[in-house]
């Protein structure tokens, strides 16, 4: 049994980049461009409401991540500029605040350089702010495009992480920077990828640096993209870290208390999937992991991640909504279905 997908694709409107993105191909890659030359981010961001599907939304994005990290033709060298997603776990035994601000971003472009990473690229540097998803996300494509002939990067701002005490959580943060290189070189984006030849050293130049009495960090880097792709990849990598770290504390408490409990996995209008892990010798004890999705996410694969860690985590019992579940009950609050409810259905 699958989960449904509970989004809802297009809002009605008629747009020409639109029907482009449901063929995809040279002709919309095209029309992006040529969009995009013009400044018009409202017709992108038009195109993107109007896509029909998940097919033609992707299409559209890919065809808008290409085009804006597109170098002017007859550039001799190109400042690309990426983004590099950074998952903090953290643990507080109080409240505190972590710095948005680094005080040493060369110890990193150090760590890339030393490790190899850096392939031709040269001058690189990084922006000493830590900023998070939704910065990058009101990001227009335009400015992207800008920075790709050479605009060069402007001040983030930056994004403390404010923290509660309690079980750990996954907070994502990026850090921003450019690379020089030939145009036709392979870019950090291509040449950093394996994070196993400097991920350590990097969590080591990073970790100092974030450092609050009483609070435990562990800073985790995925590796650096372009800043479309870095958004989507570092929003999907902190998902999974947090639903992680969700069920594996989840599931020490029950089974310190009632032992396994009750898995189910549903989809919910307003498009997102849950988790909800109960048990029938104490209805209190009812948890739920709430996984909001991107109209990119494939909801096939991220039911079949959540399943896998669950086997890993050796859950025997997991129910599957077939059917798309109301966000809310009717007392207003979130929905987080048991098992019951899915035989009450049946």
Known sequence: MSLPDPRRYGNGAQSELAQLAERGGAPLATAVSHVLARNDDAKIAAAYAAATSR???????????????????????????????????????????????????????KVLEESGALGANRNLGFANALTDLETLDHIAPSTLRAWSAGAGLRDFPPAPVVLTPGDETVHLRFLLGAAVAPPHAAGIAD????????????????????????????????????????????????????????????????????????????AHDGGELRVTLSSTLDEGMTQGYRWPLHPLDDVG???AVMEEFLRDCRVPDVTIFPDVLPDATDTGALLFPTPAMAKAQH
């Open 301 to 303: 694969e991220i039911a």
């Open 55 to 109: 097919a033609a939304y992707r299409n559209l994005w890919e065809a808008t991540a290409v085009a804006v990290d597109a170098a002017p033709a007859d550039a001799a060298v190109v400042a690309r500029v990426f983004a590099m997603p950074w998952l903090l776990v953290c643990g507080a035994r109080a409240g505190a605040t972590l710095p948005g601000v680094l005080s040493d971003v060369s110890a990193l472009a």
């Open 191 to 266: 040449t950093a990828t394996n994070v196993v030849a400097w991920g350590m050293k990097a969590t080591a130049a990073l970790s100092p640096q974030l450092a609050v009495p009483g609070i435990n960090v562990l800073p985790m880097p995925r590796p650096p993209m372009s800043v479309m792709r870095a958004a989507y990849a570092g929003r999907r990598a902190g998902l999974e870290a947090a639903f992680n770290l969700f069920v594996s504390n989840t599931l020490r408490r029950f089974r310190l208390k009632v032992g396994d409990p009750a898995v189910v996995l549903s």
